[in-house]
């Protein structure tokens, strides 16, 4: 029963890596992608065919397996931002993109098509996931604090008045993208490392609208929020298994309602902090210390 809880453990967080890389892009950049599953598939493959045929290093797979990913994001993401596509147009352009690379990698004869690809060494732990997915929220979060995080959410509220003030679109949209491209492929590659099988049909649109979902019930100006609901996504459908297929209807019952009673998302625009989080027990402390004088 513990490796069970580990393992689901494990899953959640490996989908908040690949939440928070979506909502850098689409939180704070205000660009919808219904593709993103394609980009964990490249990283998944890359990292597991360096480990599997090739032996390669676990961590220099990983890395390989993102840097894919993000190259892919730079190859989807240039044409398509440069003619300025918005809203449904892009988020059809990245769901033209990852139903192509899920074809791709059926055809493929080292990706054993749609057989996949079994017996991967289960490198990626707990312990492995959990730090790396802290790592990218840091990143993450200094990134949306920075100059450029400023300039993406200026990006979201008004592109065009956003040009006219000096920000350059084209830029500020692939550099979302290709870190977006890269925490989803980095996931991946921990994916594969953890179910030591993968296989295209594993990376379908499905998958694509749960990281989007996460990110919209999370609260789309928040990252810690979206975390959260990847977290919760993954593990409340563990916990309503006992309920067989009336766990899929609560699990649609629970998005309706943060929809209706919580548009904003489960955060909206906050964030958590350690200084939020300990808060509380400085106020408690401080009332404590007055009642003893």
């Not at 894919?68 to 809203?87: E, H, N, Q, W």
């Not at 074809?103 to 057989?115: P, S």
């Amino acid at each position: 029963m513990g490796m069970y809880f580990r393992g689901i453990l494990t899953v959640a967080a490996i989908n908040i890596i690949a939440t928070t890389g979506l909502s850098v892009f689409t939180g704070f950049t205000g660009l919808f992608s219904l593709g993103h599953a394609a980009f964990m598939a490249i990283g998944a493959y890359t990292s597991a065919i360096l480990t599997y045929f090739y032996h390669v290093p676990y961590s220099v797979a990983l890395i390989a397996g993102m840097a894919a990913a993000a190259l892919a994001g730079m190859v989807i993401g240039y044409p398509t931002l440069r003619t300025k596509l918005r809203g449904d147009y892009f988020a059809i352009a990245t769901l033209g993109m990852g139903e192509a690379t899920r074809v791709i990698l059926e055809t493929l004869r080292i990706t054993q098509g749609a057989r996949g690809l079994p017996g991967i060494k289960q490198y990626t732990t707990l312990p492995v996931a959990c730090a790396i997915a802290g790592i990218v929220l840091l990143i993450a979060r200094n990134l949306v604090v920075s100059a450029y995080g400023r300039n993406a959410v200026a990006v979201r509220e008004d592109p065009i008045a956003a040009e006219m003030i000096g920000i350059r679109l084209l830029r500020t949209k692939m550099i979302s993208l290709v870190f977006s491209a890269g925490c989803a492929g980095l996931a991946g590659g921990l994916y594969a490392h953890y179910l030591s099988f993968i296989q295209p049909v594993m990376f379908t649109m499905v998958q694509s609208t749960q990281l989007t979902a996460a990110v919209v019930c999370g609260g789309t100006g928040s990252l810690t929020g979206p975390a959260v609901a990847a977290f919760l996504f993954i593990v409340l459908p563990e916990l309503l298994r006992a309920a067989q297929l009336w766990r899929l209807v609560l699990y649609g019952l629970l998005l309706v309602l943060i929809m209706v009673f919580r548009p904003e998302g489960l955060m909206g625009f906050k964030d958590l902090s350690m200084e939020g989080l300990a808060a509380p027990f400085v106020r408690a402390k401080g009332g404590a210390g007055r009642g003893v004088r």
